[in-house]
């Protein structure tokens, strides 16, 4: 099994910036994509940035050129740094990994239990 523990967040300004962080652990092989997504009340969650094991990167429109996510694999851990926060950048921030847990397995999706980050204007 392979949990994901998300950390930073919390109560933020405007025009701030936040570091998030995320650390996979149990039992990996190689984490294929690692992801960050948010949610608000409502609403689906959706994608804010993701970097593959190569190291290339993408990020949904409404973070680009604010966000920076990327990862250190001897860690197994991703970051996404934000700044020129908004208070609709308002939600909980999800972890998201695609893992294979042995060299024969198949990949598998592992979510983090999320971490509220609220901006206040």
């Known amino acids: 099994q392979v949990q994901l523990a998300e950390s930073g967040g919390g109560l933020l300004q405007a025009g701030g910036s936040l570091r998030l962080s995320c650390a996979a652990s149990?039992?990996?092989?190689?984490?294929?994509?690692m992801r960050w997504y948010r949610q608000t009340p409502g609403k689906q969650r959706e994608l804010v940035a993701g970097i593959a094991s190569s190291g290339s990167t993408n990020y949904a429109d409404s973070v680009k050129g604010r966000a920076t996510i990327s990862r250190d694999n001897t860690k197994n851990t991703v970051y996404l740094e934000m700044n020129s926060l908004k208070p609709d950048d308002t939600a909980v921030y999800y972890c998201?990994?695609?893992?294979?847990?042995?060299?024969?397995?198949?990949?598998?999706?592992?979510w983090g239990q999320g971490t509220q980050v609220t901006v206040s204007s």
């Open positions: 149990g039992r990996i092989f190689s984490i294929n994509v």
């Open positions: 998201h990994a695609i893992v294979q847990t042995t060299p024969l397995s198949h990949e598998y999706s592992y």
